[in-house]
Nanobody, 126 residues
């Protein structure tokens, strides 16, 4: 059974950092395009950062460039979203997604994915 489980969310002050985790089971993340999305209350889902499996190309939303990065731990079949310099506008539920065919842009911009996690809440507030 294909499953993605996010963790690591919480309450952080503006300017702080968090690292989110996305653990996969039932498939090998090495061969999948992986992406992070977020949805704030009353707003639509938006792609945050996606990395293609085929060529490693990356799509970053403009609002996270220079602040968020993604990394992998292949041994744990887990990807991480490191978020720095957090702002109140970053408050949202963050979810990870995976797809074996989508490019990074197709995933982040068009929401092309076949597997989706339940999400973890990130709240940025003083």
């Amino acid at each position: 059974q294909v499953q993605l489980v996010e963790s690591g969310g919480g309450l952080v002050q503006p300017g702080g950092s968090l690292r989110l985790s996305c653990a996969a089971s039932g498939f090998n993340l090495d061969y999948y395009t992986i992406g992070w999305f977020r949805q704030a209350p009353g707003k639509g889902r938006e792609g945050v950062l996606c990395i293609s499996a085929s060529d490693g190309s990356t799509y970053y939303a403009n609002f996270v460039k220079g602040r968020f990065t993604m990394s992998r731990d292949n041994a744990k079949n887990t990807v991480y979203l490191q978020m720095n310099s957090l702002k109140p506008d970053d408050t949202a539920v963050y979810s990870c997604a995976a797809d074996s065919w989508a490019t990074a842009q197709a995933m982040c911009v068009n929401g092309a994915f076949s597997s989706w996690g339940q999400g973890t809440q990130v709240t940025v507030s003083s």
